[in-house]
Each structure stands twice: as structure tokens, then as C-alpha cells.
């Protein structure tokens, strides 16, 4: 079992830049393969971002490809997720969340494991 708990959210303004974290408690955090995830307000959840276990396999929402990263640092049991070029539809409580797949995915039900959010507003 994995514990999650996200920071680094804030208010910004667009074109601005964010560096999310997320620290994980647990021995076993290398394994899981990380997830970030954001709701917009009567919005459904969406995909953000995923990184595996290795840290060498990513995956990105269209919507954020090329303007944010995720990276992990297993060592200090931790994944972050570096937002550039930040856009008004960008404003969303941000997750993150740890499953046990061996590879990368989308999909929210693969992941059990999900912290309480960081609320992330972008301002035109």
C-alpha cells in the first residue's frame, strides 16, 4: 500500500510554469507505475500524465503533450510533473495516483491508490 500526498499548487498567471510533487510513502514505490490526474470544476476527472516504475516510459493527455513533463526520482520516493506555458484551461484540483500495472495507463480505475489533491488555477 501506497500513501500520496500532492504540492505545488497555486495561482498563476497564464504562460507561467508550475512544477507539481508528489511524495509517497511506502517501501515499495519503485514498483508502481504514477499517475497525474486533474478535475475541472463539473468537470469529470481526466488523464494528465503517466510515467512507468523505470521512469523510461511516458505518456501525455493531448491536450498538455509538449507543455508538461513527469518524472520521478524512486530514491526519494517522489513524481512531479512540470507544467509550462500554463493556460486558464489548465485550472483543475491536480492528483496523483499509483497502480500496479507494469506499463503505462490512462485509465483512472488503474489506478487504487490517489492523494488528496492540489489546487492549481490559472488566471488570463
Known amino acids: 500500500q501506497v500513501q500520496l500526498v500532492e504540492s505545488g499548487g497555486g495561482l498563476v498567471q497564464a504562460g507561467d510554469s508550475l512544477r507539481l510533487s508528489c511524495a509517497a510513502s511506502g517501501r515499495t514505490f519503485s514498483s508502481y507505475t504514477m499517475g497525474w490526474f486533474r478535475q475541472a470544476p463539473g468537470k469529470e476527472r481526466e488523464f494528465v500524465a503517466t510515467i512507468n516504475w523505470s521512469g523510461r516510459t511516458s505518456y501525455y493527455a493531448d491536450s498538455v503533450k509538449g507543455r508538461f513533463t513527469v518524472s520521478r526520482d524512486n530514491a526519494k520516493n517522489a513524481v512531479f510533473l512540470q507544467m509550462n506555458s500554463l493556460k486558464p484551461e489548465d485550472t483543475a484540483v491536480y492528483y496523483c495516483?499509483?497502480?500496479?500495472?507494469?506499463?503505462?495507463?490512462?485509465?483512472?480505475?488503474?489506478?487504487?491508490?490517489w492523494g488528496q489533491g492540489t489546487q492549481v488555477t490559472v488566471s488570463s
Open positions: 495516483a499509483a497502480g500496479s500495472r507494469l506499463t503505462v495507463t490512462t485509465a483512472a480505475t488503474d489506478y487504487p491508490y
